[in-house]
């Protein structure tokens, strides 16, 4: 396990999903899966979802989806998002931890679930949903900061969310948002 994995790990040991604020109590949740490809340069999986897709298309994202009413737990919506987008079965993500939770732009409390998975596992995009899956090293992210901030207002909420560039995918909006939580969890205080 690599350096990065362990300092991630070691810092969300104790985390716990939070509830949504009370403005959002009657609000449906989602669940994001941010996904880290473990090996010597671990990596960050993300998807470009397809842009026929009625919410988000075109738009790169993190696996995951609404919590629906069969879903025994968030964290049970989080492994079957992921299998449904990624192919990836849901036995095989390991659990790191919880960031904390974020507003989407669509009034849903979404929770980002930190998990690994092995660096041969194959990923089986749905052409339903993904157009695209790429992968971002974790060294790259640190070697090129976001040149560009945008302001997001959000149900009564301004939110500057950082902006990635990265062969040609722009990563912005509440993907960007989880992924500077990440980061920040990683560098701490």
């Not at 596992?121 to 790429?134: C, G, K, M, R, T």
Request: a negative charge; charged letters at 20%; aromatic letters at 8%.
């Amino acid at each position: 396990m690599s350096s990065i994995i362990e300092a991630i790990e070691a810092a969300l040991r104790n985390s716990e999903p939070l509830a949504p604020p009370a403005s959002l109590s009657d609000s449906p949740l989602a669940v994001v899966m941010v996904l880290i490809r473990e090996g010597s340069e671990p990596t960050l999986i993300l998807t470009q979802r397809t842009s026929n897709l009625s919410s988000h298309g075109g738009e790169v994202a993190w696996p995951g989806g609404r919590v629906d009413p069969e879903d025994a737990t968030p964290w049970s919506a989080c492994l079957r998002e992921t299998f449904e987008e990624i192919g990836i079965p849901t036995q095989v993500p390991r659990l790191l931890g919880v960031l904390p939770g974020e507003v989407s732009k669509f009034g849903l409390w979404v929770t980002p679930y930190v998990c690994t998975i092995d660096e041969d596992q194959p990923l089986l995009p749905n052409p339903d949903e993904v157009a695209s899956v790429f992968e971002v090293p974790w060294r790259w992210l640190n070697a090129h900061p976001p040149r560009e901030v945008e302001r997001l207002d959000r149900h009564g909420q301004t939110q500057w969310a950082p902006v990635y560039q990265y062969e040609g995918y722009r990563i912005w909006g509440l993907t960007a948002l989880i992924l500077a939580s990440l980061l920040r969890v990683c560098r701490g205080p």
